[in-house]
């Protein structure tokens, strides 16, 4: 079974950076979508970025364009998220997610990391 693992999150001054890992395990995820999703306290879960695996297309919330940084290290099965010039509304329990690329939800979560940014 698909398992995801998060890790680097933490605490950081507005306009740091931090870089997010999902270490993935369970399948050859060649044929899945990989993704990041976050959930601020009182709001919804949303969309940040995406990729898929095969070929490394990438897909980004408007919000974070040009300052997020999706990508993955096939030799590691890891996917990270780098973040730059980071803003206090981005605080957030950041999810990795990953669903195959013919499926249309994500099947497989990970347990979070939070990151918060302070101005």
């Known amino acids: 079974q698909v398992q995801l693992v998060e890790s680097g999150g933490g605490l950081v001054q507005a306009g740091g950076s931090l870089r997010l890992s999902c270490a993935a395990s369970?399948?050859?995820?060649?044929?899945?979508?990989m993704a990041w999703f976050r959930q601020a306290p009182g709001k919804e879960r949303e969309f940040v970025a995406a990729?898929?695996?095969?070929?490394?297309?990438?897909y980004y919330a408007d919000s974070v364009k040009a300052r997020f940084t999706i990508s993955r290290d096939n030799a590691k099965n890891t996917v990270y998220l780098q973040m730059n010039s980071l803003k206090p509304e981005d605080t957030a329990v950041y999810y990795c997610?990953?669903?195959?690329?013919?499926?249309?939800?994500?099947?497989?979560w990970g347990q979070g990391t939070q990151v918060t940014v302070s101005s």
């Open positions: 369970g399948r050859t995820f060649s044929t899945y979508v």
């Open positions: 990729i898929i695996w095969s070929g490394g297309t990438t």
């Open positions: 997610a990953a669903r195959l690329v013919s499926a249309y939800e994500y099947a497989n």
